[in-house]
């Protein structure tokens, strides 16, 4: 399968625990990208890479949570001290912008994550 | 502030019947639009995409949408459902700056009876 992975696709935690997700782009996409879902609403934004570089972030993404993307491959988000707010999915999408030309390049999702904080 | 409106939260249709959701927009600007699936247990996908020209846009499965800029609008349409099609139906959009992320629509629950 050469799409878009996601580990663990299922994650339960005490509140106050840290968690770390892991997001496997497609290989050669070179732009990579984090929402948040939650019941009843669309993914959110959180933030997006490209290569390695962090260019944006939402304002929903307090200090309690970091993402890295070290080598312009696979992205790991990081939430310290978890709350029963941040329950939700978390979903990985990349895409190849630049290379495909144009404006409007298209974004692949992953399986998702899905964090309960108990 | 870019937004993205869904305003049919539960559309039920029997088998056969003809399917229209709706999708408004606010952005100012160039404006790049999408409409994602997402099947029961299984991940969002890409049905249909418009970025310029034609403002009727066919996508997978028969389904198609029409962007009517004055309308600020792109409702995704589909002449004759299938069982098949039960889904969360998401409009999405990008603007033209840099950043492209995608802005959702809260989703359509679409429910179609054999």
């Known amino acids: 399968d050469t799409g878009v992975s996601q580990n663990p696709r299922h994650k339960i935690t005490k509140r106050g625990q840290n968690v770390t997700f892991r997001c496997d782009p497609i290989?050669?996409?070179?732009?990579l990208y984090w929402y948040r879902q939650t019941l009843g609403q669309g993914p959110e934004f959180l933030t997006y890479f490209q290569n390695e570089a962090q260019l944006e972030k939402s304002r929903l993404l307090s200090d309690r949570f970091s993402a890295e993307r070290p080598k312009g491959s696979f992205s790991t988000l990081e939430i310290q001290r978890t709350e029963q707010g941040d329950s939700a999915m978390y979903l990985c999408a990349s895409s190849s912008w630049g290379t495909s030309g144009g404006a409007g390049d298209e974004q692949f999702f992953g399986p998702g994550t899905r964090l309960t904080v108990l | 502030a870019q937004s993205v409106s869904q305003h049919n939260h539960h559309v039920i249709l029997s088998e056969a019947a003809s399917l229209e959701l709706g999708c408004n927009y606010s952005y100012g600007g160039t404006v790049n639009l999408f409409w994602y699936v997402q099947y029961p247990g299984q991940h969002l996908q890409l049905l249909l995409k418009y970025f310029s020209g034609d403002p009727l846009v066919k996508g997978i499965k028969g389904f198609e949408a029409e962007f009517i800029k004055s309308k600020f609008s792109f409702n995704l349409r589909k002449p004759s459902v299938q069982w098949s099609d039960t889904a969360e139906y998401f409009c999405a959009a990008i603007s033209s700056g840099s950043a492209r992320q995608l802005t959702f629509g809260s989703g359509t629950q679409l429910t179609v009876l054999p």
């Open positions: 290989s050669e996409h070179n732009r």
